[in-house]
């Protein structure tokens, strides 16, 4: 007797509803990647729709996962995904903006005649 996989495709695809996955759907994704591509049985996608439970063969559900991943830019490089570019930035504001303040505190903590001369 052979094992039947089942795997539910719903997280995969209201996945484009968000333009950067959260950490379960990279997880999702990863097990929806191993199933359909290294399972030798029979490996179907399941999706609940308003005319009942819908079941996806291997090729229909692997243009999910392939949609998914161009969608989400996980096959991309990071430096050429918006959000990581912006997290970035954003970082090294925070960094620059740290150790300028603490330039600054440690500025006030000298003496007038010591200010003087580092001028």
């Not at 999910?64 to 930035?89: K, L, M, S």
């Amino acid at each position: 007797m052979t094992d039947h996989i089942a795997f539910d495709l719903t997280r995969l695809f209201i996945g484009p509803i968000t333009t950067t996955p959260r950490g379960i759907d990279r997880v999702d994704l990863g097990y929806a990647r191993h199933f359909f591509e290294q399972r030798n049985g029979d490996c179907v996608g399941v999706l609940p729709t308003l005319w009942g439970i819908r079941w996806f063969n291997r090729d229909r559900s692997m243009n999910v996962i392939n949609f998914i991943e161009d969608f989400w830019g996980e096959t991309h490089e990071a430096h050429t995904d918006p959000a990581y570019v912006w997290v970035r930035a954003r970082q090294a504001r925070n960094l620059a903006c740290r150790s300028e303040s603490a330039r600054l505190r440690q500025g006030s903590r000298l003496t007038g005649s010591e200010r003087a001369t580092r001028r």
